[in-house]
């Protein structure tokens, strides 16, 4: 079974430029987060998403930052413009969803390293 | 507000060795509890979760893990490490009731194991 797909794995631009990541959930997986992972810190939620519906995006710099999940499937994240420090990993995430019935683990992809000169 | 706290950045131990990851929780109500392993350049893994029933939680890997609800505790354990098992470790935490699966995580804790 194929894992969470994410693309690109790096990403290097200046700052001001626009950058979009990529996310492939597992097949199934009604529920799909994006993740900020700062170095030396743990995994913090920028949003997620219950099929196509942003539920939760408390914690999303809806300034400069986007995302997108049109046919509850596939998801885009963009930032316009990228500041310096948005200098960071940006991991993508899916569970099986509330339809589950349970809190289910979260299956991770390897992340999208971005670098903002 | 929901919060980990893993207080060590790093942990050494032998190859052979029981090993001992420390992590405590806050959160209003009950938790559900995970542990997750980050090889370089990885995504995060899942290793094991509490949700209720047995305080000793078993995982993958020969991972096993310890739910204390009176030391708002959930350590991270395994009787004989390797040193494949050299990662960082994260800790996280959700309530039961309305977490919605929203995670707080951790800052971490870089496991390494020696021959």
């Known amino acids: 079974e194929a894992g969470v797909v994410q693309s690109p794995r790096y990403k290097i631009i200046e700052k001001k430029q626009p950058v979009a990541f990529w996310c492939n959930p597992i097949s199934g997986h009604n529920t799909l987060y994006w993740y900020l992972q700062n170095l030396g810190q743990g995994p913090e939620l920028l949003i997620r998403y219950e099929n196509e519906e942003a539920v939760d995006d408390s914690q999303l710099p809806k300034d400069r930052f986007s995302a997108e999940r049109l046919k509850g499937v596939d998801s885009t994240l963009k930032i316009q413009p990228a500041e310096l420090g948005d200098s960071a990993v940006y991991l993508c995430?899916?569970?099986?969803?509330?339809?589950?019935?349970?809190?289910?683990?979260?299956?991770f992809g390897p992340g999208t390293r971005l670098t903002v000169l | 507000a929901q919060s980990v706290a893993q207080p060590e950045d790093q942990v050494n131990v032998a190859e052979g060795n029981p090993l001992t990851v420390k992590c405590t929780y806050s959160v209003s109500g009950n938790p559900y509890l995970f542990w997750y392993v980050q090889y370089p350049n990885r995504g995060l893994q899942f290793l094991l979760k509490y949700i209720t029933g047995d305080n000793l939680v078993k995982g993958s890997y020969g991972f096993e893990a310890e739910f204390n609800k009176s030391q708002t505790s959930f350590h991270l354990k395994k009787p004989s490490a390797l040193v494949s098992d050299s990662a960082l470790y994260f800790c996280?935490?959700?309530?039961?009731?309305?977490?919605?699966?929203?995670?707080?995580f951790g800052t971490g804790t870089q496991l390494k194991v020696e021959l």
């Open positions: 995430a899916s569970s099986l969803g509330a339809t589950s019935g349970s809190i289910d683990e979260q299956f």
């Open positions: 996280a935490v959700t309530k039961r009731a309305g977490g919605g699966n929203k995670l707080t």
